[in-house]
T-cell receptor
């Protein structure tokens, strides 16, 4: 029943490893996003996809590669993890026509790089 | 470029006090949307309200109320008769049509309601 689901909820990994975070939404939305929340709680957009097409790519290291196999899924793959990648990553979705409820967020994935 | 400023980083009140959270935004777009989200200690982001730039009517929902003033580019949020469960970080956010509908968040205001 979860509208936007992210897996895993927690991820602890060593520096240099490669990891993926998955996101799926069952709301029929056509636009999905990845946001990063740092230790000071700042929330910043990383990527946005509309109908599987990349429309926003903020200044993110190319170690981060989003993949959208269909408009209900947006996964985030991170290569060569660094300590500074430790953060909470939120997936979100919306309809590009922006319904009244706005953006729906997943519950977040807390990534800890050790 | 769009920008959202929440000048108050932390507010501490005693239960039943009112608390107002300030939000000032910058945008060059004439069509934009403003949001408030709540992030309780459990970490999820909970949608509270969305306002479009053409609707300056204030809104009240239970103990929550919002004051949107385009003349001062502000979208302030008041919690009346605060409760311990209101303790959370509150984010104001802006979305512009011209910016691919991305949400730009303010830095957040942590509200601590003491019993």
């Amino acid at each position: 029943d979860t509208a936007v689901s992210q897996t895993p909820k927690y991820l602890v990994t060593q520096m240099g490893n490669d990891k993926s975070i998955k996101c799926e939404q069952n709301l029929g939305h056509d636009t999905m996003y990845w946001y990063k929340q740092d230790s000071k709680k700042f929330l910043k957009i990383m990527f946005s996809y509309n109908n599987k097409e990349l429309i926003i790519n903020e200044t993110v290291p190319n170690r981060f590669s989003p993949k959208s196999p269909d408009k209900a899924h947006l996964n985030l793959h991170i290569n060569s993890l660094e300590l500074g990648d430790s953060a909470v990553y939120f997936c979100a979705s919306t309809l590009s026509s922006r319904g009244r409820r706005g953006y729906t967020f997943g519950s977040g994935t807390r990534l800890t790089v050790v | 470029a769009q920008k959202v400023t929440q000048a108050q980083t932390e507010i501490s009140v005693v239960e039943k006090e009112d608390v107002t959270l300030d939000c000032v935004y910058e945008t060059r777009d004439t069509t934009y949307y403003l949001f408030w989200y709540k992030q309780p200690p459990s970490g999820e982001l909970v949608f509270l309200i969305r306002r479009n730039s053409f609707d300056e009517q204030n809104e009240i929902s239970g103990r929550y109320s919002w004051n949107f003033q385009k003349s001062t580019s502000s979208f302030n949020f008041t919690i009346t008769a605060s409760q311990v469960v209101d303790s959370a970080v509150y984010f104001c956010a802006l979305s512009e049509e011209a910016a691919g509908n991305k949400l730009t968040f303010g830095g957040g205001t942590r509200v601590l309601v003491k019993p």
